[in-house]
């Protein structure tokens, strides 16, 4: 973005707007259907984009389409808004970018909204992969741009995806009345099991309450995943990204 940013912590008109406004708009990318992620290089923020108005929020989605980086914009309303905030957590997000009459104002997330500590029940295990999440998001929006991508850069983010991919904990939905996993298709016709970085987006795929969560380690994952399937596809709903099982027979 062009414009001067200031910082908005101590704006409190700004603030006390946004949290009374009855709608926002934010830049979605097409390449993750999720909201579009810049890492500033000045500070190292992982920012999101709002807007109070439709016509700002559409400037800037023409002005990234000019540069080739294909996004949308989605309207947000009232009741929307503290769910939204709260995925920005578990997407790795710690910073919005606010328009706000001509001017762009920096938040950042955890001054804005404070999350409560996730409650740790006897027998439940709180599952979160916000530097998978965050990582996958800028890889994405780099490799399905529909330009060529950058390799390097494309290569140094396949790295750090896969190696905070094999540290992970992940949701695998079962059927409710079962030990049967929900298989899907990808375009050229490979099978494989869905798993998701977060219970936001298990609930996403799981709206009709089909499925219950069990939580698997990543190395453990070959296990669990049916033989014919040749790998897990991260977040189906959003990321959408294949990924091959370590340990998995590749002749499937």
């Known amino acids: 973005m062009s414009e001067e940013i200031r910082n908005a912590e101590g704006d409190v008109a700004l603030l006390n707007r946004l949290r009374t406004v009855s709608e926002l708009y934010v830049i979605m990318s097409a390449c993750t259907r999720e909201p579009y992620v810049e890492c500033d290089p000045e500070t190292f923020d992982d920012e999101v984009f709002l807007y109070f108005k439709k016509e700002d929020g559409e400037a800037q989605v023409k002005s990234l389409s000019e540069r080739q980086i294909p996004v949308g914009l989605a309207k947000l309303e009232q009741q929307q808004m503290l769910p939204f905030y709260t995925s920005l957590y578990t997407m790795g997000v710690n910073a919005v970018m606010v328009s706000e009459e001509g001017h762009v104002f920096r938040i950042q997330l955890s001054s804005y909204v404070k999350r409560k500590e996730p409650e740790q029940k006897e027998g439940k295990v709180w599952v979160e992969n916000p530097e998978l999440h965050l990582t996958a998001l800028y890889y994405m929006q780099e490799i399905r741009r529909g330009v060529k991508p950058d390799e390097e850069k494309t290569k140094e983010l396949q790295e750090e995806l896969l190696a905070h991919f094999g540290k992970g904990k992940y949701v695998v939905p079962m059927q409710q009345d079962g030990n ?17 970085t977060d219970i936001l987006e298990f609930q996403k795929f799981n709206k009709n309450n089909e499925f219950r969560g069990m939580v698997v380690e990543a190395g453990k994952l070959p ?30």
């Open 180 to 196: 049967q996993v929900p298989l899907v298709k990808v375009k050229n016709g490979d099978t494989y099991q869905p798993v998701f």
């Open 223 to 252: 296990q669990v995943v049916p033989q014919e399937a040749r790998g897990v596809v991260l977040n189906l709903l959003g990321l959408n990204l294949p990924l091959p099982l370590v340990g998995r027979d590749q002749q499937n």
